[in-house]
């Protein structure tokens, strides 16, 4: 049988790396697709020391001629795409009134026109063969945007719009390509180190916070599995089931709380490097966890029950039958 080769965007820190590990921890060959050269030749070597074979492809994914490129690479060196992620992200945690246009657009050309790129980039190698799976790294803040993070959200969302509108085409032309989005919820990366911020202490995701090994083992299953959606974490259920019911009681109480949650205790520098224009020290290998290994969980109820859900209902049913049939039973 032959491998699976897999394309991950963002791929030398934090979740992209992550989810990296867990495709060749499962015998893909993957390629690596980021800005950040160091953080890219270590992931591979990590692969690689595992027996594994990954290929680094640098690639800043605002580009669309780069990417399609690496596209192009990793059909030549790896063979057939099978499995694309889109997870290549970059933030500014800002109030919108301190945001300058170039950032918005910046943020938006890595963020959403990063994911589109991908896809159109592997769309061209799996429309003719009629095969393979696209992934879409979504997040909770893609249906429920909270305050400081316009750039990120709106992006988050737009991801949301072009990849239902994708969906319906894909469906209407009978297409074996599969597309699907994990949404995500706060979770320890390396972002929290780099990102652009104006906020006065330094930024940090909102609790609860899971460790970036469960959005990986999510992205995997859904690279597997037809399933349209998967949420990761009850965080990031509560959020978007709570906008469609309450959104105006969630302006309010996010208005209240989300300043002070995003925020660390501890003073941020100004002049500290971030990475929206160009990496952190390329030199430099970031890993994949952020500062916050103690509050981080490292499993999710809720995501095992969603992606075991079938069980659990055929479980109930049985569970069910045999009551009624005690109850006979006894009656």
Known sequence: MALKTVVVTGASAGLGRAIAHQFASHGAQVALLARGEEGLHATAAEIE??????????????????????????????????VWVNNAMVSVFSPVKEMKPEEYKRATEVTYLGAVYGTLAALKYML?????????????????????QSAYCGAKHAINGFTDSLRCEL?????????????MPAMNTVQFNWVKSRLSHRAQPVPPIFQPEVGARAVYWAAHHNRREVYVGGSTVRAIVGNKFIPA?????????????Q??????????????WSPVDARSDWGEHGRFDKQSHSGSIELWTGLHRKQIA??????????????????
């Open 49 to 82: 020391a595992r027996g594994g074979r990954a290929l680094a492809v640098p690639t800043d994914v605002a580009d669309s001629a780069a990417v399609e490129a690496a596209a192009n690479t990793v059909e030549e060196q790896l063979g057939p795409i099978d």
């Open 249 to 261: 009681l969630l302006d309010r109480y996010l208005a209240r709380t989300a300043y002070k949650s």
């Open 263 to 276: 925020q660390t205790a501890e003073p941020e520098d100004p002049s500290r490097a971030d990475n929206l």
């Open 314 to 331: 055929a479980g109930l049913l049985l569970a069910s039958v045999v009551a009624f049939a005690i109850n006979r039973m006894v009656h």
């Open 128 to 148: 003719p063969r009629d095969r393979g799976t696209i992934v879409q790294v979504g997040s909770a803040l893609g249906y429920r945007s909270i305050p400081l």
């Open 171 to 183: 469906l209407h032309d009978k297409s074996n390509v599969r597309l699907t989005t994990v949404q």
